[in-house]
């Protein structure tokens, strides 16, 4: 019999990670002399990727500049956060329960993201969590990303699962349009970052607290 799989997205998914991008961006952006940007203004642009929050950040100062500068400073932006990858980020309240929970039920646990695989490795091994995934795919990973929903069928297989018995788990439309591309059932957690409500993107099942994750999945199997 093949084994159920439980997917999960890692920013704002499994991992409050808005301390440390945040002050990737305002590294970046002082470094241009630009002040830095307001935490609620970056944060729901974090599920679009740290470029968009260059972006963004530029636009809160009513600043521009030509996408080679913003090349230069994406990579600047990614040293930076590879060695300050977990000053402040915190997985969030209920995940480490929820993981031994998965693996005690022989659930294989993998990660599908759009952070670059290396940096989502790091992350991961520093949170001392790295040990309770099957595979962590990142944008880089596969020749696509999300939302194809190829790269979420293509952790499904690197996890030895099949997409017929797997659940996704994410916080953003990106995840949910994945996911509803994918043929496979979401569980939306509305504690991470988007700029839609978590809700009025309809997952199959919503939670608010990985107290509430348990029952979330055992109604999604049974359905």
Not at 10 to 33: E, F, K, M, S
Not at 75 to 101: K, M, T
Request: proline content about 6%.
């Amino acid at each position: 019999m093949q084994p159920f799989t439980v997917v999960f997205d890692l920013d704002g998914t499994l991992v409050d990670t808005a301390p440390d991008l945040i002050n990737a961006a305002n590294h970046v952006l002082a470094g241009i002399d630009v002040e830095p940007v307001p935490d609620d203004v970056l944060r729901p642009f974090i599920s679009i990727g740290s470029r968009r929050m260059i972006v963004e950040g530029l636009a809160f100062h009513g600043r521009t500049l030509e996408a080679s500068r913003i090349d230069v400073m994406w990579q600047a932006f990614l040293a930076h956060y590879a060695d300050n990858i977990a000053v402040d980020s915190r997985p969030y309240p209920g995940v480490e329960a929820v993981l031994e929970d998965l693996q005690r039920q022989d659930i294989r646990i993998a990660v599908c993201t759009n952070k670059m695989e290396a940096l989502s490795r790091r992350l991961l091994t520093a949170l001392k969590l790295d040990h309770r995934f099957v595979t962590i795919c990142g944008r880089d990973t596969f020749p696509v990303c999300k939302p194809h929903p190829d790269h979420l069928l293509g952790a499904i297989s690197a996890a030895g699962g099949v997409a017929a018995k797997a659940i996704m788990v994410g916080d953003s439309d990106t995840d949910v349009a994945t996911a509803k591309a994918a043929g496979v059932p979401i569980i939306g957690v509305g504690f991470g970052y988007t700029e839609i409500p978590m809700h009025a993107l309809e997952p199959d099942a919503l939670i608010g607290h990985y107290r509430e994750f348990g029952e979330a999945l055992r109604h999604l199997r049974t359905r």
